[in-house]
T-cell receptor, first 113, second 117 residues
Framework: GESVGLHLPTLSVQEGDNSIINCAYS??????FIWYKQESGKGPQFIID?????DKRQGQRVTVLLNKTVKHLSLQIAATQPGDSAVYFC????????????FGKGTHLIIQP | GAVVSQHPSWVICKSGTSVKIECRSL??????MFWYRQFPKQSLMLMAT?????????EQGVEKDKFLINHASLTLSTLTVTSAHPEDSSFYIC?????????????FGNGTRLTVT
């Protein structure tokens, strides 16, 4: 099965700075990756996704980079705001969505004023 | 966008009782729903996959007789924690995927905080 993990459990950044959250995966058959944001006491909220035929995708203030060679993906958040404080999870899928997602451990992003 | 509604948002029950959690897809038909469990400061772990009109499939180590899943309609799946014990206290989250393209994100409910006393 898929194994997805994050490098750091906690990331502290200054408000206004850019944040980079990393994620490694082990299943080379994974072809779809998603980043979720989870605020305290809530369910995960979709941020951005990327398919394995891409190496970069941009959204509003967020960019996901995928490096299939080293099985690594990252989430970049530009101009971090207080509302970005949350736990961020990467998730991988190799079954077209039929088997659910496998989640990494999560990174707690803390925004310093 | 796709909305998944979960109810209740929190519940406290006594040890030995059963608790039912509902998960509804509000604006799409969910042939498949996924139930996750999350312990404090941990990631989400898939418990089971709920399929409309058929039996659920459970992940290894999850007791199907303890966590009863019913998916009787295309918009509703329920998870019943039977004979709950304090170790069942957790955050239970359901999710579903809009049945469209091969790859599309799961949409999650806001979870149910279960506390067993």
């Amino acid at each position: 099965g898929e194994s997805v993990g994050l490098h750091l459990p906690t990331l502290s950044v200054q408000e206004g700075d850019n944040s980079i959250i990393n994620c490694a995966y082990s299943n080379s058959a994974s072809d779809y990756f998603i980043w979720y944001k989870q605020e305290s006491g809530k369910g995960p909220q979709f941020i951005i996704d990327i398919r394995s035929n891409m190496d970069k995708r941009q959204g509003q203030r967020v960019t996901v980079l995928l490096n299939k060679t080293v099985k690594h993906l990252s989430l970049q958040i530009a101009a971090t705001q207080p509302g970005d404080s949350a736990v961020y999870f990467c998730a991988g899928d190799s079954g077209g969505g039929a088997d659910g997602l496998t989640f990494g451990k999560g990174t707690h992003l803390i925004i310093q004023p | 966008g796709a909305v998944v509604s979960q109810h209740p948002s929190w519940v406290i029950c006594k040890s030995g009782t059963s608790v039912k959690i509902e998960c509804r897809s509000l604006d799409f038909q969910a042939t498949t729903m996924f139930w996750y469990r999350q312990f404090p400061k941990q990631s989400l772990m898939l418990m089971a996959t709920s399929n409309e009109g058929s039996k659920a499939t459970y992940e290894q180590g999850v007791e199907k007789d303890k966590f009863l899943i019913n998916h009787a309609s295309l918009t509703l799946s329920t998870l019943t924690v039977t004979s709950a014990h304090p170790e069942d206290s957790s955050f239970y989250i359901c999710s579903s995927q809009v049945p469209s393209s091969y790859n599309s994100p799961l949409h999650f409910g806001n979870g149910t905080r279960l506390t067993v006393t």
